[in-house]
């Protein structure tokens, strides 16, 4: 092997070659979009890899797009991925992810501020239903991913910014990879949900200050995943 391969395996994180080795069970399987995946537990005997480095591996394939992950439906291939080169897409969003972070953070953290001073009855009511919509999906062992994007939407919603609303919605693709990636930490979405809490008291309370605040330490903490933790 030249010294160029060995570095690469060197470089390469054990989630990452568990990815490339699931794309090639899909496609020696030959399943294609539409197709359900085994369960965890047995694919991951199947690969000979543990349930922890192959549901990292699952959450990296569901963020690039090639997988969908359906609480209460399993695991189903959204994108057949043939002969896109997994470990660099994944790579990809990993090097784009502080930056999207950083954008969140500006525009969101304004937003909040906006919809404390701006914010009507309907606007309130339609938070107050996001956050029931995402409570009922983690009580149930979901990871929230509907009712989080619909709270988000119905904050940037009630600020009353056209443009803003505008911006958000340019990156609305890039806003999903990061909260796919946030809500498959452990324990994530139940935080989630305490941080969606408080944001939606400041913005009731009618203060800016601290809905800007609240947002700004919920963009901190989701921002908090195992994609960055591990390093390059």
């Not at 070659?17 to 537990?41: C, F, H, K, M, Y």
């Not at 203060?207 to 901190?220: F, I, L, N, R, T």
Request: charged share 30%.
């Amino acid at each position: 092997m030249s010294t160029s391969g060995m570095s690469r395996l060197t470089r390469t994180r054990l989630y990452e070659q568990v990815a490339e080795q699931i794309t090639g069970w899909i496609e020696s399987n030959g399943l294609t979009t539409g197709d359900r995946l085994p369960p965890e537990r047995e694919l991951a005997q199947r690969l000979g890899v543990s349930r922890a480095t192959l549901s990292q591996a699952l959450v990296a394939l569901e963020v690039i797009g090639v997988v969908t992950v359906r609480h209460g439906d399993g695991t189903v291939l959204s994108d057949a991925p043939g002969p896109r080169r997994i470990v660099e897409a994944i790579r990809a969003h990993a090097h784009r992810l502080p930056e999207i972070i950083d954008t969140r953070d500006a525009l969101e953290t304004k937003i909040a501020a906006l919809a404390a001073a701006r914010r009507t009855a309907d606007d309130l009511a339609r938070i107050d239903e996001a956050i029931a919509e995402m409570a009922r999906d983690v009580e149930a062992g979901g990871r929230g991913v509907e009712g989080d994007e619909r709270f988000h939407g119905a904050v940037t919603a009630a600020a009353h910014s056209l443009l803003l609303a505008r911006l958000m919605d340019e990156i609305r693709d890039l806003v999903r990879e990061t909260r796919i990636e946030s809500l498959s930490q452990p324990g994530r979405p139940a935080d989630s949900l305490v941080g969606h809490r408080a944001i939606a008291d400041a913005i009731r309370s009618g203060d800016p200050e601290a809905a800007a605040d609240a947002m700004h330490a919920h963009v901190v903490m989701v921002s908090d995943v195992a994609v960055l933790r591990d390093g390059s």
